[in-house]
Nanobody, 124 residues
Framework: QVQLVESGGGLVQAGGSLRLSCACS????????MGWFRRAPGKERDLVAA????????YYVDSVKGRFTISRDNDKNTVYLQMNSLQPEDTVVYYC?????????????????WGQGTQVTVST
């Protein structure tokens, strides 16, 4: 069974940066598109960014374009999310998962399980 372990979240002031990491084990990471999702309390989990396994092409929702950068290291089975210019509305729990093409904000994770996520809190 695939295990996903997210890390790197924390408390940061508005305008600050964080780098999230997601280590994947138990699956064939290198042949899956990977995505970062976030879920605010009481809301659905939405795709924030995704990256293809074939050519590393990235997708971002409009609200994070120019601020977040997704990357992956297939040798380490890890996907990253560099988050710059963080804003209070970015305060949620972030998760990673495999994701199918085409990417969209309502895309769902395709691995059968989710990790515990990592909390990002941005203060004013």
């Amino acid at each position: 069974q695939v295990q996903l372990v997210e890390s790197g979240g924390g408390l940061v002031q508005a305008g600050g940066s964080l780098r999230l990491s997601c280590a994947c084990s138990g699956g064939t990471f290198s042949v899956y598109h990977m995505g970062w999702f976030r879920r605010a309390p009481g809301k659905e989990r939405d795709l924030v960014a995704a990256i293809t396994w074939t050519d590393g092409k990235a997708y971002y929702v409009d609200s994070v374009k120019g601020r977040f950068t997704i990357s992956r290291d297939n040798d380490k089975n890890t996907v990253y999310l560099q988050m710059n210019s963080l804003q209070p509305e970015d305060t949620v729990v972030y998760y990673c998962n495999a994701v199918l093409w085409p990417f969209g904000e309502t895309s769902n994770g395709t691995y059968g399980s989710w990790g515990q996520g990592t909390q990002v809190t941005v203060s004013t």
